[in-house]
């Protein structure tokens, strides 16, 4: 018999979903020996969406419950679409999401064998070549409460058909002028299983085939086939599928294949975003955003360049679960895992987001002293160590920390009022220097020279704590702000055309001082994702320049604020 699962311990704290449920019964009826064999089978038609994480997850993480292997294979069997490029990426963002496959296989390596399972329907009598237009086609398919029509090619004779069909492989056609059905029934209630097409003519260079081609076998004649090529036990897609599952049934019965098991589940929806290929290429190519990999996208590549780690994604993936009905997951949850993950592990480090910050000087601190204070990595983590931050007489801080006209309740810096520069000194602001134009160009502050964070002997308690950045110190930076790349919640449901809802305000890029640290270490490679404390967890991005290093904001700090606040 079969091996028990994996993490037997894990799955008794916890319900079974709907496929694990069938796993375990196909187990126990003996099918396949107990044998587990999954597929991850994206088409290499475009980038890979966090849609394609979660069947990447489910596909990966089933096989390895049960100690099964899981194919990756490339669905190509349309040349006009597909490239190179996308395969690269696809292999690339699979093993970053940290799964590695059994085997790569392509669809396009069975293109003969599949030949030859049509050939075999058509000397079954179970499929022909018909001559008629696209639109005839259809017009002639009927309604699903009407039986379609038969045509006059249907009665072609099986020598007629092998005939015909080996000239539409020798290209003794133009494209389109026939196709081959299968014949099986036109009058089911299911329309997939009125004759659907199962080659058609294309000449068209395909990535792998080259020219060797020039007829090219439809999904639902290449997916099943491939799965039985494969000996895949257990076909897991999308719901908009379950209607094909009929017809991926008789292909395998009809050519007596290994009887794979499709079973479908509910796509992945997010909110503010789209999640199909078909409309992120053309985002792409129309230049709404800056590439596949722009991070507004959600694309594997574009979240990891978001700042998101293959861990953040496994987790979500893990909690929206696996359902049998479609929905719409909220984009928050996803921004969520980030930041439960980063909270645990991010380096808090200061940077003054603002290109125009306030520079505050301190009279009573001596002109070219400097001092390196050594400041808490991570509270969360004492771990992580401390660092240096070098601290001087001048320092930035964000303007908005500043009232000169505070509400009540204000914790942070106002004339005559006192706060605390995170892991330095507590100053206070004496005087509020303007220009001509009454903007506030400086604030003159002195500072508690007891007040030193871990050895203060002050005795004064102050309600706020603010983030500084020291001016000679201090290393300007480009940070780019990502919000939703949609402003309606369900762009794919709105009946306004998807690319009149994109976000005008997605991306603002701004200039920032950041500690130098922060750019030492994350252009060393020691450093990925940062919090910038108060503002937000960020990484660095690939278009840093040795003169500007230039930082993607990952996602915000939910409530930062008055946590800071609590520490006092
Ligand atoms: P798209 O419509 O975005 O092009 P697709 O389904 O055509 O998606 P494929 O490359 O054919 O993309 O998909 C590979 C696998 O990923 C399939 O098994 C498919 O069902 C699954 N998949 C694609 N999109 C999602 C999604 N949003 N949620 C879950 N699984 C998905
Ligand atoms: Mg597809």
Same mark, same amino acid.
């Given at each position: ?387 240096? @931050?070098? $601290?001087? /007489?001048?320092? %930035?801080?964000?303007? +908005? ?8 309740? !204000?914790? =942070? ?116 994702? @940062?919090? $910038?404390? /108060?503002?937000? %967890?960020?990484?660095? +991005? ?8 230039? !930082?993607? =904001? ?15």
């Amino acid at each position: 018999m079969t091996e028990a699962p994996r993490d037997s311990d894990e799955r008794t704290e916890r319900s079974l979903n709907f496929i694990e449920q069938i796993v375990d019964e196909d187990i126990a009826a003996g099918k396949n020996g107990g044998r587990v064999h999954t597929r991850f089978p994206p088409e290499p038609n475009g980038y890979l969406h966090i849609g394609h994480a979660k069947s990447i997850c489910l596909n990966f993480g089933l096989a390895d419950e049960y100690g099964g292997q899981t194919n990756l294979r490339f669905d190509d069997t349309n040349p006009v679409t597909e490239d190179t490029e996308y395969v690269d990426s696809i292999k690339n963002d699979v093993r970053w999401l940290g799964f590695d496959w059994e085997n790569e296989f392509y669809a396009s390596d069975y293109f003969e064998q599949i030949y030859q399972f049509a050939e075999t329907l058509i000397q079954k009598g179970l499929a022909y070549v018909d001559d008629s237009t696209a639109e005839e086609i259809s017009a002639q398919k009927g309604t699903p409460t009407e039986p379609g029509r038969l045509n006059q090619y249907r009665d072609r004779s099986v020598a007629e058909n092998l005939d015909l069909f080996r000239r539409m492989r020798a290209g003794d056609y133009p494209d389109s002028a026939k196709v081959l059905r299968a014949k099986v029934d036109m009058a089911s209630p299911n329309m997939q299983l009125r004759d659907p097409i199962i080659y058609r003519i294309k000449h068209a260079h395909h990535h792998r085939t080259g020219d060797a081609w020039c007829i090219y076998p439809m999904y639902d004649f290449a997916h099943g086939q491939s799965d039985a090529i494969e000996h895949i036990t257990h076909s897991l897609c999308t719901l908009e599928f379950e209607v094909h599952r009929p017809l991926y049934e008789w292909f395998i019965q009809q050519l007596e294949l290994f009887p794979s098991r499709q079973i479908e589940f509910a796509r992945l929806n997010l909110t503010y975003t789209v999640m199909s290929k078909r409309k992120l290429k053309q985002l792409v190519e129309e230049k709404h955003v800056s590439g596949w990999d722009d991070p507004r996208m959600p694309t594997i590549a574009g979240i990891r360049r978001r700042g998101y780690t293959p861990a953040s994604i496994r987790e979500f993936c893990d909690r929206i679960g696996i359902a049998k009905r479609d929905n719409l997951i909220d984009v928050g949850l996803l921004e969520f895992c980030i930041r439960e993950e980063l909270n645990r592990t991010a380096p808090r480090l200061m940077a003054v987001l603002d290109e125009k910050p306030l520079k505050l000087v301190i009279t009573n601190y001596d002109l070219g002293r400097e001092e390196i204070m050594h400041i808490e990595n991570n509270p969360e983590d004492p771990s992580a160590g401390v660092r240096d @931050v070098p $601290f001087s /007489r001048e320092v %930035y801080i964000e303007r +908005d920390d500043f009232m000169e006209n505070p509400p009540k309740k !204000f914790f =942070r810096l106002f004339p005559g009022g006192m706060v605390r520069l995170k892991g330095a000194y507590i100053i206070k602001c004496e005087e509020v220097v303007k220009d001509n134009a009454g903007e506030i160009i400086e604030l003159r502050c002195t500072y508690i020279p007891e007040s030193r964070s871990g050895s203060d002997t002050s005795g004064i308690n102050v309600k706020g704590t603010i983030h500084w950045v020291s001016v000679p110190h201090a290393v300007e930076a480009e940070v780019r702000l990502y919000d939703r790349l949609f402003s309606v919640e369900n762009p794919a449901a709105d009946e306004r055309d998807f690319k009149e809802l994109i976000n005008p305000n997605s991306l603002e890029t701004v200039r920032a001082f950041v500690e130098p640290a922060l750019v030492a270490a994350t252009r060393s490679g020691s450093l990925t994702n @940062v919090q $910038f404390m /108060r503002k937000g %967890y960020f990484i660095l +991005d690939a278009d840093s320049t040795d003169a500007l290093p230039v !930082f993607n =904001r990952t996602a915000t700090l939910k409530d930062g604020w008055a946590k800071e606040q609590k520490k006092g």
